[in-house]
C-alpha cells in the first residue's frame, strides 16, 4: 500500500444496534487478510511515537469519558459538546489522519455522527452549531449505518441502559425506545450522504451482519477479503 492512503470507515447506529460488535469483527477480518487496519474506538488514546501526545490524548478522555455520574447533567448540554468537539478533534489530528496518510485503513467505531443526532434531538443546542464544530473531521470513505428498531436495541441490552442513552427523559424503557427512535430519524437524515450504506441489522446475527460489510467493502472500496 506504499504510497496509496488508507479508507476511513465509520460505524454508525442507535446504542444497542452492535457498532462495536461489527467494528472489532470487522477490523480481525482486514487484519487477518493482511491489510494494514488499526481500529480506533472512544478510548483510543495511544499516538504512535508520542508517550507525551498519548499521556495528554488520555487526560482528555478521562474528562470526557471516565468522569464521575453525577458530573454530565450539571455540567450542560454546551459544555459536552464543546468537550466532545475537542476529543474527536484530538483523535482525529493525532491518531486518525497519521494512520490514513501511512496507508493504514481505520475502522472508527463511536464516530461523531451519533453525537449529531444527539443534539438534533435536544432543543437545548442549535443544529448548526453542533454540526459546524464537527465539520473539520475527516470525512468517511465508508459510513455503515447499522439500522434496528429501538425495541429490539433494548433487548438486545437487557433492558440495561444509562440515562444518557434515554436522552435524560427518564429511566423506563418505554423513555429508552422514545429517544432512541428519534434519534434514529436524525441518523436516516444524514444518511442521505453518497458516503452512507444503511444496513437493517435488526434480525441478523453478527457473522451474517459481518458478512453484508465485506460485500459493501469489496464493491465501495475496493477492498476485497479473502
Not at 480506533?40 to 498519548?54: C, F, I, Q, R
Not at 449529531?116 to 465508508?142: C, G
Not at 424503557?173 to 436524525?186: K, N, R
Request: aromatic share 6%; net charge negative.
Amino acid at each position: 500500500m506504499a504510497g496509496k492512503p488508507g479508507k476511513l470507515i465509520t460505524v454508525a447506529g442507535i446504542d444497542g444496534a452492535g457498532k462495536s460488535t461489527l467494528a472489532a469483527s470487522l477490523h480481525s477480518a482486514l487484519k487477518d487478510s493482511t491489510e494494514h487496519t488499526i481500529l480506533v474506538g472512544k478510548h483510543t488514546t495511544e499516538v504512535p511515537m508520542s508517550a507525551d501526545l498519548s499521556q495528554y490524548v488520555d487526560d482528555v478522555n478521562a474528562v470526557v469519558y471516565r468522569r464521575k455520574p453525577g458530573v454530565g447533567a450539571a455540567c450542560g448540554n454546551h459544555y459536552w459538546l464543546f468537550a466532545l468537539a475537542a476529543w474527536y478533534t484530538l483523535q482525529d489530528q493525532l491518531i486518525i489522519k497519521p494512520a490514513l496518510q501511512a496507508g493504514v485503513h481505520v475502522i472508527l467505531d463511536n464516530a461523531h455522527h451519533k453525537i449529531l443526532a444527539r443534539y438534533a434531538v435536544s432543543p437545548d443546542v442549535p443544529t448548526d452549531l453542533a454540526r459546524q464544530l464537527f465539520a473539520h473531521l475527516t470525512t468517511p470513505d465508508l459510513i455503515l449505518f447499522l439500522h434496528i428498531t429501538a425495541d429490539e436495541a433494548l433487548r438486545r441490552r437487557n433492558g440495561d441502559f444509562s440515562a444518557l442513552e434515554a436522552g435524560r427523559t427518564g429511566s423506563t424503557g418505554e423513555a429508552f425506545i422514545s429517544y432512541q427512535t428519534h434519534v434514529t430519524e436524525e441518523l436516516r437524515r444524514q444518511a442521505t450522504d453518497a458516503t452512507w450504506a444503511s444496513m437493517d441489522v435488526t434480525r441478523k446475527d453478527a457473522d451474517a451482519v459481518l458478512t453484508e460489510t465485506l460485500a459493501l467493502l469489496s464493491e465501495c472500496l475496493d477492498i476485497r477479503i479473502p
